[in-house]
């Protein structure tokens, strides 16, 4: 099965500065990587997605890249502000047993983002 | 709001009980899936069902069983329950049951369930 490492588990960056998080997979056959946003207590929020056929993806200050050959995918946030001080999920799309990519995420341990203003 | 509704939002229970967590997907959504989320760990995927089908299996206790009703809201059943259970019980559904364009994957607010 599908099986994802997550780096690093806690980061601390200063008001303004760039965030970057990185994470590795298992099985070729995924073929999509969502990225959550986990507040204290709180659900899990998507905030970014990028499949298979797309090497980057952006949305503000926020961006995902996708390397498949190396099967490894990043997360970068940029003019991080302290809002953005939360724990962080990469995810990828679990193989089925009869081929293809699977519903289910397999996550992540979390990367713990703390912003300092 | 995610739209996915889930019951009760606070559960203490003793060891050796059984309890019943409960799932409202999403209006449409198909699939619904249930995520263990223990203090400090991350998100293990329990089990998945579509369409009222069981579709995929995680990391899930023999001790923990789940179904999928006709209109479609899911129960995760936890029984003989341990001191090590306790933890946020995360319900997720989605429009589709594959990974594949569109599968947006939505979590509702959790289960606490603390084991004393």
């Known amino acids: 099965g599908e099986n994802v490492e997550q780096h690093p588990s806690t980061l601390s960056v200063q008001e303004g500065d760039s965030a970057v998080i990185k994470c590795t997979y298992s099985?070729?056959?995924?073929?999509?990587f969502p990225w959550y946003k986990q507040e204290l207590g709180k659900r899990p929020q998507l905030i970014i997605d990028?499949?298979?056929?797309?090497g980057e993806k952006k949305d503000q200050r926020i961006a995902v890249t996708l390397n498949k050959t190396a099967k490894h995918f990043s997360l970068h946030i940029t003019e991080t502000q302290p809002e953005d001080s939360a724990v962080y999920f990469c995810?990828?799309?679990?193989?089925?047993?009869?081929?293809?990519?699977?519903?289910?995420?397999?996550f992540g341990k979390g990367t713990k983002l703390s912003v300092k203003p | 709001d995610s739209g996915v509704t889930q019951t009760p939002k606070h559960l203490i229970t003793a060891t050796g009980q059984r309890v019943t967590l409960r799932c409202s997907p999403r209006?449409?959504?198909?699939?619904v899936y249930w995520y263990q989320q223990s203090l400090d760990q991350g998100l293990q995927f329990l089990i998945q069902?579509?369409?009222?089908?069981?579709?995929a299996k995680g990391n899930i206790l023999e001790r923990f069983s789940a179904q999928q009703f006709p209109d479609l809201h899911s129960e995760l059943n936890l029984s003989s329950l341990e001191l090590g259970d306790s933890a946020l019980y995360f319900c997720?559904?989605?429009?589709?049951?594959?990974?594949?364009?569109?599968?947006?994957?939505?979590f509702g607010e959790g289960s606490w369930l603390t084991v004393v």
């Open positions: 997720a559904s989605s429009v589709e049951a594959s990974g594949t364009s569109g599968n947006t994957i939505y």
């Open positions: 990028i499949r298979s056929n797309v």
């Open positions: 099985d070729s056959a995924s073929n999509y």
């Open positions: 209006s449409g959504d198909l699939s």
């Open positions: 069902y579509y369409n009222g089908e069981e579709r």
């Open positions: 995810a990828a799309s679990s193989s089925s047993r009869y081929g293809g990519s699977q519903g289910n995420l397999i």
